[in-house]
């Protein structure tokens, strides 16, 4: 996704919702960078929510700059309520997966097996398997910040904006959630693209 494809996106939906997210192994030197990137998008366009997954990391770098802005626009979708509470910005917004009516959870199960069908067999255990069931609620929390709920005020994302590992893009719950916007049609860019998008590099430049 290029800045004009993004730019039109955000800019022709009345209230568009970005996920701002990624890799766990986000380097130490990157991190200020991701959070200016997010700030950057926040101020430019007022309208957006941004959403992300409540990981250390990628999501928590990107989350502190949405919140430096307006934390009332940063949303947390929840593999369950509590999870990792206290890293979340006052004032954001919180979903835990947990909440949803089952109905909204199967599809999210149908959604997931669609974009990453080798997780077939651990969903249909889900209900019988405490450990697979704990193993679900983040497979499902990843496609639930795609999709939405409609029981929990969630509209679907828009555009995902990504930190992937550039070795492995697609690898764990990043690569699903990637996944899952691309069966969706929910455009993406990863790092060597936005991290060259024109306004970004001319409101960084001294």
Known sequence: MTFDEFHLIARTNARPVILVEGTRELPETDAETLAAFSA?????????????????????AFARGVAHVDPSRLEYVLP??????????????????????RIEEERAVYHTAQASPEYGSLL????FIPKLRAKSLYLLRDTLKVVGSE????????????YVNRADPMKGGTGHTIRVCRKLGVPVAFQDDWLHWPPFLAARAP
């Open 80 to 101: 369950y309520g509590g999870h990792r509470k206290k890293a979340m910005a006052p004032e954001s917004h919180c979903i835990p997966l947990t909440d949803i009516p």
């Open 40 to 60: 950057w998008l926040a101020r430019s366009y007022p309208n957006a929510m941004f959403r992300t997954g409540n990981a250390d990391g990628s999501d928590s």
């Open 151 to 162: 029981s929990a005020a969630l509209g679907a994302a828009t555009a995902g904006i990504f």
């Open 124 to 127: 249909a255990k889900r209900d």
